[in-house]
């Protein structure tokens, strides 16, 4: 009887010592685990941040685009059309035909 009490406390302890070695190995995994997602984070942090500076280029790059097709629209208007020409220097210059008078309507605009 004492052998079989004595073989039941060294299977006891030697269970005790295995789930204590599996919480150990588990602990050890989730610390490298959460080493690892520490290592990433910044570099995702960066590269989210490194993506709103390119939208915000492209935006600009866009937006002077759009910009030279219209100054070189008016550029090849002001060289190939005379009457542009004439409604660009009233419009923009106040020059006006001997004996014409003009009447300007100005709307309020806003910065």
């Known amino acids: 009887m004492a052998d079989s009490y ?7 302890q030697a269970t005790i010592w295995n789930s204590l070695n599996r919480l150990l190995t588990i602990f050890i ?39 030279l097709t219209k100054q070189t629209r008016q550029l090849q208007m002001l060289q190939n059309n005379p009457e542009y020409v004439e409604i660009y220097a009233r419009d923009r210059l106040d020059l006006m035909k001997e004996g014409e008078t003009v009447f300007r309507i100005e709307t309020d605009q806003k910065p």
């Not at 004595?6 to 006891?12: C, D, L, M, Q, T």
């Not at 690892?36 to 989210?48: E, F, G, K, T, Y």
């Open 29 to 67: 995994g989730l610390v490298a685990v959460a080493g690892m997602i520490a290592m990433v984070l910044p570099d995702l942090a960066r590269q989210r941040n490194d993506q709103v500076v390119i939208d915000r280029a492209r935006e600009r790059v866009e937006q002077q685009k759009t910009l």
């Open 6 to 12: 004595g073989n039941f406390r060294e299977r006891s």
